[in-house]
């Protein structure tokens, strides 16, 4: 078993220093750092097998064309999915859930209902904004309570026979919510609703499994769980994805073309128009193979306490005001403190080395229903320690001696 | 406060904490906006803060009422008027703002990357400044 404690060297960029301080990185809600094995590994594809893939007959092209396929399994493997053409590769979260709404787009006609919630990061509610101005439906949001969870009442009384998909996040970008999204994706399928899971805060936490959690679609990203950005991955039932139009055009998604008419490929490569983005899957890969390697269970339970350490030490800051207690919170703490405004303290924090995040967090509507601008978000990942967690109780007790 | 005596100020600044606290001041010594000026016409929206910007010609000088809901913007902002307030729009046109805010060490608070909507809201005052030029 690897030394818990030893994980922070296995990035190089937390040895680094921020405005004279030592890196104290508590944004990895934003974006995770990355393992020295994901940078090598990338380093690696485009050092010894960088070519295009699955058409061309030499070494260099099976190469790099069986790593994707590699990862492509891995990723499979870790959310159980049934089948490796489930996996779609996208740029990320964002481009999953656009994929789905605009490969939706021909099932939808006015009067019909996209249900989401008012805690949804922008990605979950725009794309379906503009499938409605295609469609004529309508969008309709389901309220969060005052403690920042999905109020499960109003959620089900605006869940009905017109309810055609329901798209909601597994975990708040904003408040760190856990929303319980098994109970959510039943309750879909009984109106005959499709489902679709932003997993963009919940890969890195949880053990996916999406032939139990039996939801239609989940989308996330790779950069928030170790690997690098530009890549994520779609999950979509097969069934569901045979019978939906592509997204986009272009070589690789084609069987045959004519201009007079084109099949097209089978899956997951309709869906992967162009050349993909190669590196970016081996890298993701590798951060997979990265995080199988290490005690999660451990790591996790030590993260949920660093977590709640870190809630209690804000606590006890006079005028610090927790945004969102939900019953169940992954690795996110909101707040704000009287005096000040969020983007004061993020500007003082970040002098002193604490790198966190302020404003509205992509989450609009959610801010306007808890009646803030915005927030303090610090968020946790498995290589945080104690010791971030005094330099940020540290930094915030300074910061409010300013205002 | 003019322009001079914030540089000189800022010349005897050693640690980062003397530099942000005189900005923060500099913003609590700031007059409020009317709240009836800060209307969504006058709003410069920032990822993590907003500014509110009120332009007024008198007598061929530029006037300006800016306003923000973060110490550390309204303080910033201070020192922009410092530059530019009743100015003519020729001087505000060719002022060297970046110039200035490098030379304070507070540059990257103008960076477009930072969401805190100054920057747009100087490109504003400078349209302003073109269109009674």
Known sequence: MADLHDISSDFPILARSVNGAPLTYLDNAATTQKPRSVIDAIRHYYEHYNANVHRAAHALADEA????????????????AAESREIIFTRGTTEGINLVAASLTERFKPGDEILVT????????VPWQLLCQRS??????????????????DFHAKLGAR????AVSHVSNALGTVNPIETLIQAAHDQGAMTLIDGAQAVQHFDLDMRRLDCDFYAFSAHKMFGPTGIGALYGKANLLEELPPYQGGGEMIEHVAIEGTTYNQLPYKFEAGTPNIAGAVGFGAAIDYLR???RQALREREHELVRLALSRLKQIPGVRIIGEPGERASIISFLIDGGHAHDFGTLLDQQGVAVRTGHHCAMPLMERLGVPGTIRASFA??????????????????IEFV | MELDEIRDAFAFFDAWEDKYKFVIDLGKDLPD???????PGNLVRGCQSQVWLVTELRGGLMHLAIDSDAHIVRGLIAIILAAFQDRPPAAIRTFDIDGLFAELDLLRHLSPVRGNGLRAMVRRIRQEAELAA
């Not at chain 1, 008012?118 to 509610?125: A, Q, R």
């Not at chain 2, 906006?33 to 209307?39: S, T």
């Open chain 1, 65 to 80: 064309t069986a790593a994707m396929e590699n990862a492509r399994a891995k990723i499979q493997d870790l959310i159980g």
């Open chain 1, 118 to 125: 008012e805690m949804e990061h922008h990605s979950n509610i």
């Open chain 1, 136 to 153: 004529g439906a309508r969008l309709v949001a389901g309220a969060v309570t005052p403690a920042g969870e999905i109020d499960l009442d």
């Open chain 1, 163 to 166: 309810t055609k998909l329901v």
């Open chain 1, 293 to 295: 390697g290490l005690p």
């Open chain 1, 382 to 399: 498995l290589y945080n320690s104690p010791a971030d967690v005094d330099r940020l109780a540290a930094g915030v007790e300074k910061a």
């Open chain 2, 33 to 39: 906006l009317n709240e009836a000026d800060k209307k």
